[in-house]
């Protein structure tokens, strides 16, 4: 069973370019999260999606979006890339949003440098 | 809002020492509550639950229990291993809420030979 996939695992971009990177979840879950996690931080939460919509958004400006396919898988978008976005993004599948004692289990993230 | 509050790393120790690492929260209601391990250069994973008070986790050796009384869930191990070097999140994840976890900043463990 293949677990919670995330392409691609390192990337470097400039200043004011875009990114685009993807997430595959875990067999049988449907709800998928983003979360940024800055070198010696804990993770961030960016926003979740459930049913290919936004459903919860935390404090990330709007220069980060999100797709959520009928497959379930999902994609994350940064524009206008700022040194700061510089982090490890780690995305994280759920089979129900609804469970708050719910297993959450996390690819291995991808690593980007804004330079 | 909800908080989860870490001792600061590093942790150092020797192989086989006994290792707990503190972690207290805020919320309202009943949370959920985690500790996660991110190995060098990994994402997270789980490493043991509790879902309710007095609850103990456990899993590898390592236990953490559950105590609403004092919010806390500090992390346990008897005897550390080299493998264990990493880095320790606790989280937590409120009944009736949103079900997205907060995390504490991490505390690093170091386990020298």
């Known amino acids: 069973d293949a677990g919670v996939t995330q392409s691609p695992t390192h990337l470097i971009k400039t200043r004011g370019q875009q990114v685009t990177l993807r997430c595959s979840p875990k067999?049988?879950?449907?709800?998928v999260s983003w979360y940024q996690q800055a070198l010696g931080q804990g993770p961030q939460f960016i926003f979740q999606y459930y049913e290919e919509e936004e459903r919860q958004r935390g404090n990330f400006p709007d220069r980060f979006s999100g797709h959520q396919f009928p497959n379930y898988s999902s994609e994350l978008n940064v524009n206008a890339l700022l040194l700061g976005d510089s982090a490890l993004y780690l995305c994280?599948?759920?089979?129900?949003?609804?469970?708050?004692?719910?297993?959450?289990?996390f690819g291995e993230g991808s690593w980007l440098t804004v330079v | 809002g909800d908080s989860v509050t870490q001792m600061e790393g590093p942790v150092t120790l020797s192989e086989e020492a006994f290792l707990t690492i503190n972690c207290t929260y805020t919320?309202?209601?009943?949370?959920?509550l985690f500790w996660y391990v991110q190995y060098p250069g990994e994402g997270l994973q789980l490493l043991l639950k509790?879902?309710?008070?007095?609850d103990k986790g456990s899993n590898k050796g390592f236990e953490a229990t559950y105590r609403k009384e004092t919010t806390s869930f500090h992390l346990e191990k008897g005897s550390v291993q080299v493998s264990d070097s990493a880095v320790y999140f606790c989280?937590?994840?409120?009944?009736?809420?949103?079900?997205?976890?907060?995390f504490g900043r991490g505390t690093s463990l170091i386990v020298h030979p």
């Open positions: 989280a937590l994840t409120r009944s009736g809420g949103s079900y997205i976890p907060t």
């Open positions: 067999s049988g879950h449907d709800t």
């Open positions: 919320a309202t209601g009943y949370p959920s």
């Open positions: 994280a599948s759920s089979p129900d949003r609804g469970s708050s004692g719910n297993t959450i289990y």
């Open positions: 509790a879902t309710k008070a007095d």
